[in-house]
């Protein structure tokens, strides 16, 4: 019984290190390919300035600027869009073998999913500090508290990081890389185009407002908007409980895509590793 509690303690050490140093080959990986890094950056500054300056004189939001509209909607497709690199990643190193090398190794089997996770997360904290200083540049502004603010960047980045979990299993379960790429867009392209990202849901033909009003990705943007201050007064606020409730709504969303993947990631990783 005196043993019980040294075996645990040092069984969670050992998680933490393996997850730490598989999160730390990531962080080598983007290094050594700056490319990745490039394309993150370049990406969200490209849609900043293009639905700032190309959109922005044909959408009219009463009460607002498109742009300090669109920002929310921005960070939230870059940051659903940049949880793919977990899939791509897995299925990546399922083919060139890297997962047989990690079997080997005296490591827990989740380690590498936990370091996986952990590089995407990275990735879209860049992308949003990238984002946020493009934005201001080109007039969007922050009108709520600096805490708030922190807050919603926290919260895009929370929900990527359970959607990215969500790749990873998908990443695991598809033959090739090249899959994994068209499953993603078939995945998100609706989630982050049908919603209110980029025009009011009211705007939006019944069938799809609906799907818009219940669409996750429309949450976590009013829930953006919220906490940044870019709410404009008097807006229209969809009658479903997610609409008028978004920041539960994420937060329980959050919270479901991790007890629902983990587990699910964890064992499809088992699987796959020991063919």
Known sequence: MTTTAPRQASAIGSWFSDGWTT???????????????????LQPIMFVLLFSYVYAGSIKIPGSSYTEFIMAG???????????????????????????????LPMSPSAVLIGRTNGDLLINLIS??????????????????????LAAIALLLLFAYAFSWVMAFIGMSV???????????????????????????????????IFAEYNPVSALVQAARELFGNLPAGAPVGDTWMQQNPIPTVLIGIVGLLVVFVPLAIWKFGRVSSR
Do not use: C, H
Not at 24 to 33: A, G, Q, S, Y
Not at 195 to 202: E, G, K, L, M, T
């Open 175 to 209: 033959r090739s890389p090249e899959v994994i790429n068209n499953v993603s867009f078939l995945v998100l392209f609706p989630l982050t185009f049908i919603s209110n990202a980029f025009v009011p849901s009211d705007n939006l033909p019944t069938p799809l407002r």
């Open 128 to 149: 949003m500090i990238v984002m946020i200083i493009t934005g201001l540049i080109v007039g969007w502004r922050i009108k709520s508290s600096p805490l708030e603010a």
């Open 23 to 41: 999160t730390r080959r990531n962080l080598i990986k983007i290094k050594r390919v700056p490319d990745i890094l490039v394309f993150t950056t």
């Open 74 to 104: 921005i960070f939230a497709q870059t940051v659903v869009f940049g949880s793919t690199y977990s899939g791509s990643a897995m299925a990546q190193d399922l083919k060139e073998g890297i997962i047989d090398r990690f079997r080997t």
